[in-house]
């Protein structure tokens, strides 16, 4: 598998998400359902990479996942053979359009470059969804729906056992990163409540119940609002958005984790400077 295949440019995209992100491969297999072999394999193109293990990469780093599922659906038709035209010997002294395209051994020439045609045709298009993906994918499209289940009827490359390894639970995880730890993994999370605040401010108080864990993801920050969670035993967390962090109105940013196995009872409030707090219960 080289870069100039379907399967090279989605390897080449998941080592940059990887490189961003500066996970090693041993935080990667800590933390995913796969082991450090598979991911060496998959982030050089030497294994298909399975569409879970794709999901799992963009939840766990953060990265809206639309662009590189699409890139993953044309290389899966890659690597299954879907996507090659039919080949056969050029057979240049017979006319194109010569007859009906009909399934043969030995397919005829015109035949052959009907379906080289097609194929060119079909990648195009594919090729143009991607791109729009990548210019107009949704805020949610990196987050895992729950279970981790793929989508219903799509064909899988590669299946390996879910095996759950994060870096902390309950109070071990006081105060820490929820990806960097592992505990905001596909499959691993429940958003217990969204709340829309001023100037259409995301907040989503979010869940991962392996870790014993609750921390608030928030999109569309400006620099300089703040955002605190508390909870009923008296703990608290809070981030603040900076311009020095080149934190974007589109991009995630999320509160340190606070150990707790329920949000009942907690309380989040967003500061936006020059106005008064903005709170919501649970």
């Not at 598979?38 to 193109?45: K, V």
């Amino acid at each position: 598998m080289t870069a100039s295949t379907v399967g090279g440019q989605l390897a080449e995209e998941l080592r940059g998400v990887k490189e961003r992100s500066g996970l090693s491969l041993a935080a990667l297999a800590a933390r995913t359902p796969y082991s450090k072999s598979s991911w060496e394999r998959y982030l050089n193109g030497k294994k298909p990479a399975p569409r879970q293990a794709v999901e799992a990469l963009c939840a766990l780093t953060g990265t809206p996942s639309g662009r590189l599922l699409a890139l993953w659906e044309l290389a899966d038709a890659e690597w299954s053979g879907r996507a090659r035209p039919v080949s056969a010997p050029k057979a240049p002294d017979e006319p194109a359009g010569a007859g009906p395209e009909r399934l043969a051994a030995t397919p005829s020439a015109s035949a052959t470059r009907a379906g080289v045609r097609r194929w060119t045709v079909a990648a195009a298009v594919v090729g143009v969804v991607v791109a729009g993906l990548a210019g107009t994918a949704l805020l949610g499209a990196g987050t895992a729906r729950p279970g981790g289940e793929p989508g219903a009827g799509r064909p899988q490359a590669v299946t390996e056992p879910p095996v759950r390894n994060p870096g902390c639970r309950a109070d071990g995880c006081e105060g820490r990163n929820p990806v960097a730890m592992g505990c905001g993994g596909a499959g691993m999370i429940t958003t217990l409540a969204t709340h829309i605040a001023s100037g259409g401010r995301r907040l989503e108080l979010r869940h991962a119940a392996l870790c014993r864990t609750l921390w608030v993801r928030t999109t569309g920050l400006r620099p300089g609002d703040r955002v605190e969670l508390s909870l009923p035993t008296g703990r608290t967390q809070q981030v603040t958005a900076t311009a020095a962090g080149g934190h974007g109105t589109r991009q995630y940013l999320a509160t340190p984790m606070a150990a707790g196995d329920s949000g009942a009872g907690t309380r989040i409030c967003l500061e936006v400077p020059g106005s008064r707090p903005e709170c919501f219960t649970g």
